[in-house]
């Protein structure tokens, strides 16, 4: 039983979390919550196991185009990672579960010249980020959320994660990846949203 209060005394405020890059964990002008709000400008497309194509082309040396049950065969791993909503909610610890990025760089192999990704979706978004930021520990295209298969108002059945990035960046129902040389701005970023989108720099809008 905590009697502090009873004497005038309040009890210390719990130091904020601290990332290991020395960042705080909970970016600026971001707040909690344990729920998954859906956000899409979209409406949630079908899917369609027999004719869905994941595929990878720009600047590679080894373009390729996997079935589904082709992308589900390469090796999978586990990762926990927070998720940061442009829209200023952050969720900590969530369990993904997909194929990490190098793998599809093993395969596919970038260029010298390549050096910014386009993420598509099959309903026709695209979102843009730096090589740089794409080939990273933490990226992969994911299939499971905290134990289950990711629900399709949530991108599944299967989305890229890039939690470093505002989640915008993070596509929903991927079916491909672009590289290229140059910068290509994507659906929200060429509707004012930042082009970069670190949540620990505030980069929501430019």
Known sequence: MDLSRLFGKQQPAQAPEMRQDGRLRLPPGQYLTKKFPVLSYERTPKFDPM?????????VEH?????????NDLPKVSLTADFH????????????????????LKLVVPTAQASYVVAHSWTGYTTN???????????????QHDGQ??????GGPVRLIVPKLYAYKSAKWLDGLEFLSEDHPGFWEVRGYHNHADPWREERYE
């Open 51 to 59: 004719t869905y194509k994941f595929w990878v082309k720009g600047a």
């Open 129 to 143: 980020m730096p090589l740089a930021d794409f080939n990273d520990d933490d990226v992969l295209i994911a299939f």
């Open 149 to 154: 298969e990711i629900e399709p108002d949530h």
């Open 85 to 104: 909503c442009v829209t200023t909610w952050s969720r900590y610890d969530n369990l993904w579960t997909g194929v990490h990025i190098r793998e599809i």
């Open 63 to 71: 373009p390729l185009e996997l079935s589904w049950s082709e992308l």
